[in-house]
DNA sequence: CACTTGACCTGTCCGC
DNA sequence: TGCGGACAGGTCAAGT
């Protein structure tokens, strides 16, 4: 479900109700979603309270003040959706719901909600200086819209990847945190960019606009409350509207913005991939 | 090392 | 209406 516009819309709402609320329990149907030794869940979890909820690359980290992190991935179709006893009545959606499978409840009885109908998804509870030592944080590129993401850093990286198609390159987490399959073929459209091109023929103005349109596609995606196709939701139930201004995913056969002909869909990176054979070369 | 493919799960949608 | 197959926003392990 969720690339970095959906991640940040949640970490954000979550991030406006969740800080000074204290764990009262917490229930798990599907123990691999929620792999955590129940001695540490009742000593470091339970009783503690949220201090802030933050993101990194498509990573929510629930900051507790106990000195430990609930570490999360969405994967492809997780929701973290926060109900207040006062929301209960106004919420899309009966929560628990059909594909709930980790519940957090609140001593001020509000739940938090981790739906997920692949199970795909995960959350690990562990000491907050360890949650940078996971591999996968560890090895994570820059955030896109930030000043480390850059024209220099991006070519350099393309470097090693000459014989790859660009998009494989940039859903790549080492290259660049948070972009994932829509975004991947938004930038591309906006760049002019097919997305089989290998990495290594793009010209250097190709790579600097592709590196502005990454950072001004999730920017924009994020003033719209992000994407949502079927399963996303932000933290309180709601779909994001990026998708009605898409420029090619999920568009096959319709007009394209710039000219009309029509939008195909292909594979690349064994994912499906949407582009303008007109305006991508 | 660079790159590709399949696996993880389950639901939905499309074509016959 | 029913059925099989393809596909779905992410990542990792294992393969070439």
């Not at 690359?57 to 929701?79: E, F, P, R």
């Not at 994407?227 to 568009?251: C, F, H, P, T």
Request: aromatic share 8%; glycine share 8%.
């Amino acid at each position: 479900m969720p690339e970095l516009p959906e991640v940040q819309t949640i970490a954000a709402g979550l991030n406006k109700y969740l800080p000074n609320l204290q764990f009262a329990a917490v229930s798990c149907d599907t123990p691999k979603l929620f792999p955590n030794d129940p001695d540490l869940v009742n000593m470091h979890l339970l009783g503690s309270q949220v201090r802030q909820v933050s993101r990194r690359g498509k990573a929510i980290i629930i900051d507790l003040n106990t000195g430990y992190s609930l570490v999360i991935h969405l994967k492809m179709t997780g929701q973290l959706i926060f109900v207040s006893p006062e929301m209960r009545d106004k919420i899309p959606e009966q929560m628990p719901g059909r594909f709930t499978h980790i519940i957090f409840a609140f001593t001020d009885g509000s739940h938090l909600y981790f739906n997920d109908q692949r199970k795909f998804g995960w959350i690990k509870l562990m000491p907050a200086e360890e949650v940078w030592e996971l591999k996968f944080l560890k090895e994570m590129g820059p955030e896109p819209l930030m000043e480390a993401f850059n024209e220099k850093y991006f070519a350099e990286k393309l470097k090693r990847r000459q014989m790859a198609p660009i998009k494989a390159v940039i859903l790549e987490q080492k290259v660049v945190a948070g972009v994932g399959n829509i975004y991947a073929d938004e930038s591309l459209f906006l760049s002019g960019i097919l997305p089989s091109r290998s990495a290594g023929s793009l010209k250097p103005k190709e790579v600097k606009a592709l590196c502005a349109n990454i950072k001004k596609v999730l920017a924009y995606s994020i003033e719209l409350g992000g994407s949502s196709r079927k399963d996303y939701v932000n933290a309180i139930g709601q779909k994001g509207d990026y998708l009605d201004e898409a420029y090619v995913y999920g568009r096959t056969g319709q007009p394209c913005r710039h000219c009309d002909s029509p939008i195909e869909k292909t594979k690349v990176a064994g994912r499906g991939t949407h582009f303008c054979r007109h305006c991508q070369k």
